[in-house]
């Protein structure tokens, strides 16, 4: 069966075809029997009813890029932990799972560490504590 | 390569008869094209399966949520109103497509698209018996992670593309949930690859048997926590509720698909469906045993040596119990998906990811850790296993 090796990775551009043919196909189909009545009105972008302010362009919370930040981190070390966990078992049966643990043990604490690093630097906040001495005081009244 | 459609009909005569006689016709080898008709025809069987699927799932949805709430729910469209997912889908066609002036067009079409995209590529590798798998990839699990990550990347750029504000509100909050909520789900698959020594889902499912002391669930404490960390990360990464804060209908109108009309919402709500479908399946297949049916029923063995069944006719019958087996644990967690939706309340976004960083991927961690320690000190054996074997000696003396 040496010629269906190469063979093996045929369904995967054949349902990446498919996905395209479904949704083309739907489209194209509801092209020609759809409505198509264009107005200024219909065609602005949904503000509740309000004409819109200015442009959904702009400048975003940068909490958002902290959490991407740390997410790449944890991203590739998860990339570079599957080859290990793939031949744990192996190693382990022939009695090298212990020089693998290690390994791991090590990869993983160095990711702990980082992890509580940014914990207690309170960027898994993702509303920033304020420091409370610096808050003002408000007096209560009664 | 083994468990492929392809080389499970080229156990039959009748498979090598066609080729050598295309081979023959044709003048080339023709087992690459045979491999490719097979595949195609397949490939069209699951894909109407998984639409079918997609479709019934928005029935279940509102089925039974209305039993949650004790209302009755479609039952206008064919019997018990099944046929309402055909309606709705010829309305959704029927639909203008507007696309607002503001929009960027080229990236605004291409979001669904890239959805549905990244949702079908993963169908190839999903187990759904021994003998009907699409692709049996030696990085099977490993490519389902990445391609099902397409899925956020469509849901930013519909966010972003529409230049809506709500829609890049949703499309925010979806990227930076799925690409969060990817972690502990990682975490937890890794956890199961330790076990089991490999990353395709054949080697994955092998490792288990038909019952459920042999699933990798019941493994060891660690792996039965790491499900359920897989499970609630699978929620978030679906955008299911109670994770559903880029499409929270309360606060964002409708999220990333506010702009979205007609067949391209549809597109949309398809990907999510099926992919509900696709990560139960994932979950089925690493901690629940998979496709395996219990007392071996899956190979066929018992029925040639009991039965006195001819061997291809027992295999098949074999296949069909083990799509069974298959099916029902992954509807089942599809029912309890939905069932979660409408029992919980949405999360705050904070919550969200305070739940995520501070909680599922700590425990993800340990439950990582926790596993690899396992499989050093007790050599891979699962608890039960110990408890039996130590039950065992106690009884010997």
């Not at chain 2, 979205?260 to 949309?268: A, I």
Request: charged residues 10%; hydrophobic residues 50%.
């Amino acid at each position: 069966m040496s010629t269906l090796n190469l063979d093996v990775y045929m369904p995967i551009v054949i349902l990446i075809a498919l996905a395209l043919l479904v949704a083309g196909g739907s489209l194209f189909l509801g092209s020609l029997i759809r409505p198509q009545h264009p107005n200024k009105l219909k065609e602005t972008a949904y503000e509740c009813g309000e004409e819109p302010v200015g442009s959904a362009w702009a400048n975003f919370n940068v909490r958002f890029y902290v959490v991407a930040l740390i997410f790449i981190i944890f991203d590739v070390e998860s990339a570079l932990m599957f080859p290990v966990a793939a031949v744990f078992k192996k190693f382990n049966e022939i009695g090298l799972g212990g020089t693998l643990l290690m390994s791991i043990l090590t990869f993983v604490s160095v990711l702990v560490a980082g992890i509580v690093y940014c914990w207690k630097k309170g960027d898994l906040d993702w509303v920033k504590s304020f420091n409370q001495t610096n808050q003002p005081t408000i007096a209560k009244k009664d | 390569m083994n468990s492929t459609v392809v080389s499970y009909f080229s156990q039959s005569n009748e498979f090598q008869n066609v080729t050598n006689w295309l081979t023959q016709i044709l003048g080339f080898n023709a087992s690459s094209l045979v491999a490719f008709i097979i595949f195609a025809v397949f490939s069209l069987i699951i894909v109407g399966a998984m639409a079918t699927i997609g479709g019934l799932g928005t029935y279940a949805e509102r089925k039974i949520s209305a039993d949650l709430q004790a209302r009755i729910g479609p039952n206008r469209v064919g019997p018990f109103g099944i046929l309402q997912f055909l309606a709705d889908g010829v309305k959704m066609i029927l639909k203008e497509d507007i696309v607002t002036t503001n929009a960027d067009r080229f990236t605004f079409n291409l979001a669904p698209v890239l959805c549905l995209v990244g949702v079908f590529a993963t169908l190839a590798v999903v187990p759904y018996s021994s003998g009907f798998m699409l692709a049996d990839l030696n990085v099977g699990i490993f490519y389902l992670v990445g391609m099902a990550s397409l899925v956020g990347v469509g849901v930013f750029l519909g966010g972003y593309a529409s230049n809506s504000k709500w829609s890049m509100l949703g499309g925010m909050r979806g990227a930076s949930q799925i690409i969060s909520y990817e972690i502990p789900a990682t975490l937890s698959i890794i956890a199961i690859v330790l076990l089991a020594g490999g990353l395709s889902m054949k080697t994955l499912i092998d490792g288990q048997g038909g019952a459920p002391q042999d699933w990798y669930i019941f493994h060891n404490p660690f792996a039965f926590m790491g499900f359920f960390v897989y499970f609630i990360s699978a929620l978030a990464e679906t955008n299911r509720a109670p994770f559903d804060l880029p499409e929270a209908e309360s606060e964002l109108v409708s999220g990333y698909h506010t702009e979205y009309t007609g067949m391209k919402f549809g597109l949309f709500a398809l990907a999510e469906y099926i992919e509900v479908f696709v990560v139960c399946g994932v979950a089925v297949a690493l901690f629940l045993g998979g496709y395996k049916v219990p007392f071996d029923l899956g190979s066929g063995q018992i029925l040639v040596e009991k039965l006195g069944l001819d061997g291809m006719l027992a295999q098949n019958i074999g296949q069909f119990l083990e799509l069974g087996s298959f099916f029902t644990k992954t509807l089942l967690l599809y029912y309890v998906v939905i069932w979660v939706r409408w029992t919980l309340p949405r999360l705050r976004v904070d919550q969200l990811m305070t739940l995520c960083w501070k909680y599922l991927t700590p425990i993800a961690l340990v439950n990582l850790i926790g596993c690899a320690v396992w499989m050093y000190a007790f050599n891979g054996k699962s608890i039960f296993a110990l408890i039996f074997h130590a039950a065992g000696s106690a009884g010997g003396h």
